[in-house]
């Protein structure tokens, strides 16, 4: 997210949520339903471009076999007829955002601050997040951390950092291609570094790769990175091992794209109880150790927990019974069906 | 069944019995192996059930499919006898298999 979007989010008022749900994957994506017929309006955020979380990400293609009703589908599918189950509610997404803060504010409710700066006040947390947010993986390498700052970027905020540097960048996906192409006329030189010279990459993105490699603007290089050199923080070399040896490569910033992998991240300082990098809950209300912050899915843990998507639907309705009576306290409220009820169905725009 | 061992880096090993049809990766989750960590739960999805097929075993067990080689790329030291072992399923013939596990998953 730039500088300029961030300061923008600060100055806006906060967003007041009905429940701000934390994770866009199949469990936080039925909360909306659930939550929607108790008449709970919902901000989702997710840290992913794209809502589905693990079933979008990890494995679209692959087919799941135990949804109720649904034979088989895949983690695309399901994630498609979610949406158009949620649909009739409205819920907002907030894609490509992590929250990284919570805290209660004075009255008891919360405010949640995202990494963009968009903030929101609620009643209602609803913890989704699966086996946390997705972060890019760091390479195993020897003091890796201490260059974080100033030598080896996960991502590119900003293409100005780049210019007049000598640019490592590793990969051989989308992300490595793709700064590759954009980074090449700012960079002073510019190397792409893969472990094979077969590149997952859009095609188009690795035919104006090589053209740029044929013009002398980009150094394509088959090998693996093996350390790297520096001092107080600012990056020199990485060390690389190619199939003629070993090779220092003089370089100030490093873009390693090796892919995401899951981190609780923040949660993990919200003052949660947590158990094992999981959230201990009720089996009634499926809440934390905080009033008003509910925890489903995979995310948490209970006796007999099972990782199932159909735990987290379950979870997700029970949930949604206690948080309509912190959104409504005082509310006397009706157990009802989607079948029989004329109420529901009009929430549902299908009366 | 079909034994199954896994090398660690300090040199140490552990032998499980394989149902064949399993794959290695599950034969090592349900004997607890460690540094075979399979974070995506086999569905060739990341790449944290790395490991390198002993010399012996690699005419065997076969070489990468290209999703599997698209995965390895997020692994770590990758070499030729790399292999993402939800992807090696276990046979009769796989009986006595050695692989090793690398220092890191990642």
Known sequence: ?351 | MAKITFIQPDGSSQTVDAEPGVTVMEAAKLASIPGVEAECGGACACATCHVYVDEAWRAKTGKPSEMEEDMLDFAFDVRSESRLCCQIKVTAELDGLVVRVPAKQF
Request: proline letters at 6%; one cysteine or more; a negative charge.
């Open chain 1, 1 to 351: 997210m730039s500088e300029t979007r961030a300061a923008e989010c600060a100055a806006e008022p906060p967003i007041e949520a009905g429940a701000v749900i934390i994770g866009a994957g199949p469990v936080g994506l039925f909360a909306v339903f659930e939550l929607g017929l108790m008449d709970v309006k919902c901000h989702v955020v997710d840290i992913l471009g794209k809502a589905g979380g693990q079933c979008s990400e990890l494995y679209p293609e692959k087919p799941i076999y135990d949804i109720p009703g649904l034979p088989v589908v895949t983690g695309q599918e399901l994630t498609d007829r979610l949406m158009q189950q949620i649909e009739p509610f409205g819920p907002a997404f907030h894609l490509g955002e992590r929250i990284d803060v919570l805290k209660r504010l004075g009255d008891g409710r919360f405010e949640l601050i995202t990494d963009c700066g968009t903030r929101f006040t609620t009643g209602v947390v609803v913890l989704a997040a699966g086996g946390g947010s997705f972060t890019p993986k760091r390479p195993p390498l020897e003091g890796i951390e201490a260059f974080e700052e100033k030598g080896v970027h996960y991502a590119v905020r900003r293409m100005e950092e780049f210019r007049d540097r000598d640019v490592l960048i590793v990969g051989g996906g989308d992300s490595a291609l793709d700064w590759t192409l954009n980074l090449a006329p700012l960079a002073r030189s510019l190397t792409l570094l893969h472990r094979r010279d077969d590149f997952r990459g859009a095609p188009h993105s690795v035919e104006k790769m090589r053209a740029l490699v044929a013009d002398g603007k980009v150094r394509l290089l088959i090998g693996q990175m093996t350390g790297l050199e520096g001092k107080d923080g600012a990056l020199s070399a990485v060390m690389v091992k190619t199939k003629d040896g070993e090779e220092r490569l003089p370089c100030t910033a490093l873009l390693p794209f090796f892919g995401l992998t899951m981190k609780l991240g923040p949660i993990a300082d919200w003052g949660l109880e947590l158990n094992e990098n999981l959230v201990p809950v009720d089996t009634e209300k499926f809440e934390t150790s905080e009033k008003g912050i509910f925890a489903i899915g995979d995310i948490n843990s209970y006796p007999g927990k099972l990782k199932l998507i159909l735990s987290g639907f379950h979870e997700a309705a029970l949930m949604a019974q206690q948080a309509a009576r912190y959104v409504y306290p005082g509310k006397k409220f009706l157990f009802q069906y989607t079948t029989s009820s004329t109420s529901l169905q009009k929430k549902l725009g299908v009366r």
